[in-house]
């Protein structure tokens, strides 16, 4: 009988070596600060990092788990005597982990089956826990796959950030740009798009912080979203007051709700947005 591991890389806020008793194992991110290399949730926290961003005028930079690193994991996988793994990435628009776990699968002469999330964050994660889910029922691969490949699709990420800053000293957006937003005071809203695999897409612009939240709020209630079907989450960087804010303006348009969660964004993509940047993410919910 197969035996199935679930890799994650820790975009998904799975910090390696936590979950691989139960199946499900990390990669870390990189993290770049001055010039120093940080492997993510392992030398350095999302909330450090923000922390540093507020205190310095730094720029932060990421990038792929190292080669190393995912074929540690992939032989702490064999180790524990898996035979297949399905590999679940960040988002394919915002990073090349995927393919650095198909080299390692390659390098290691394991079977992978490949996700990619489209995304990062909590509906990652619930990826990563939807597919031990279904390992643990004893569902053919083929099956784990077409069920998380949907739920890919029945999900959305939204970002906003109240300045381009982070965003111009990342080389995310041109000097032109930055200058151009801060001239007219836009504040840009922003949505992962799938066709692009996951790459970061304009959506819409606004001229103050709090619209743009409200926006964001008013779409996803717009696609559909209610209090009983789905995962909803409001992830900030370092603005617990306005995520705060917009749970409860949600709740107010779709009613009570226990599937809303409010969290820091991971550092991958904290990091480019800047202090007092938000992401709101919705998943549908698979029985």
């Keep these: 009988m197969t035996k ?5 890389d820790s975009g998904c806020q799975i910090a390696p070596g936590t979950m691989d008793d139960e199946g499900i194992f990390s990669a870390s991110l990189a993290i770049e600060i001055n010039q120093k290399s940080y492997r993510d949730l392992i030398d350095i926290s999302n909330e450090e990092v923000f922390r540093k961003m507020a205190r310095e005028n730094i720029v932060v930079k990421t990038s792929q788990p190292a080669t190393g690193d995912i074929v540690a994991q992939i032989q702490a996988i064999k180790a524990a005597g898996y035979d297949h793994i399905i590999g679940i990435s960040i988002a394919t628009g915002l990073s090349a982990t995927l393919n650095g776990m198909a080299l390692g699968a390659d390098m290691e002469q394991i079977q992978i089956t490949l996700i990619d999330s489209k995304s990062t964050a909590a509906n990652h994660r619930y990826l ?7 390992i643990e029922r004893g569902l053919p691969v083929k099956n784990i796959e077409a069920i998380l490949k949907e739920a ?43 066709e692009l695999g996951g790459k970061i897409d304009k959506y819409s612009q606004v001229r103050t912080a709090k619209k743009a939240n409200r926006l964001i709020v008013d779409a996803i209630v717009e696609e559909g979203v209610n209090n009983k079907d789905y995962l909803i ?9 306005m ?9 107010a348009k779709i009613g009570p709700c226990d599937n809303i969660e409010i969290a820091l964004l991971p550092s991958v993509v904290g990091a480019h947005m800047g202090i007092g940047g938000i992401g709101y ?4 919910l698979v029985d």
């Design 4 to 8: 199935i591991a679930v890799l994650v």
């Design 128 to 134: 990563a826990f939807l597919a031990k889910r279904l």
């Design 152 to 194: 890919v699709e029945n999900a959305a990420t939204f970002i906003t950030t109240p300045n381009l800053d982070q965003l111009q000293r990342g080389g995310r957006i041109t000097p032109a740009v930055a200058m151009l937003g801060k001239m007219l005071k836009i504040v840009p809203i922003m949505k992962l798009n799938h």
């Design 233 to 241: 989450t409001i992830q900030h960087v370092l603005d617990p007051d």
């Design 243 to 251: 995520a705060l804010a917009m749970k409860e303006y949600l709740i």
């Design 281 to 284: 993410q919705y998943i549908k």
